[in-house]
């Protein structure tokens, strides 16, 4: 399995991004997905998830309201919809999928299945 995510760039305070994580060499339907990030000095951290059908999804509190996980089950790609950017957003983000729900929600970093290779998210003030 590959994951391979884009989308990232730099943007003011205010604004919007969409991240994309193309998932290739595997049963797409079977994983569960999930965006993480990583600020520099810090570990990586829980963004959002979302179920095998797309039905279930959870949120960080930070980001609840203002990020959207979607997937695309025909296109094997994973989608987060990021508005209302904040300068603390600002960290890499990397797409996983896994095939555990749960272990994606609790942040499992060292046990999830895989990892994409991360993009930059910029947001400046």
């Known amino acids: 399995v590959q994951l391979q995510a884009c989308g990232g760039g730099s943007v003011q305070a205010g604004g919007s991004l969409r991240l994309s994580c193309a998932f290739s060499?595997?049963?797409?339907?079977?994983?569960?997905l999930g965006w993480f990030r990583q600020a520099p000095g810090k570990k990586r951290e829980f963004v959002a998830a979302i179920s095998w059908t797309g039905s279930i999804t959870y949120y960080e509190d930070f980001v609840k309201g203002r990020f959207t996980i979607s997937r695309d089950n025909a296109k094997n790609t994973v989608y987060l919809q990021m508005n209302s950017l904040k300068p603390e957003d600002t960290a890499v983000y990397y797409c996983?999928?896994?095939?555990?729900?749960?272990?994606?929600?609790?942040?499992?970093?060292?046990?999830?299945?895989?990892w994409g290779q991360g993009t930059q998210v910029t947001v400046s003030s």
């Open positions: 060499g595997g049963a797409f339907s079977s994983y569960a």
């Open positions: 996983a999928a896994d095939g555990q729900l749960s272990k994606l929600r609790r942040g499992a970093i060292h046990t999830v299945d895989y």
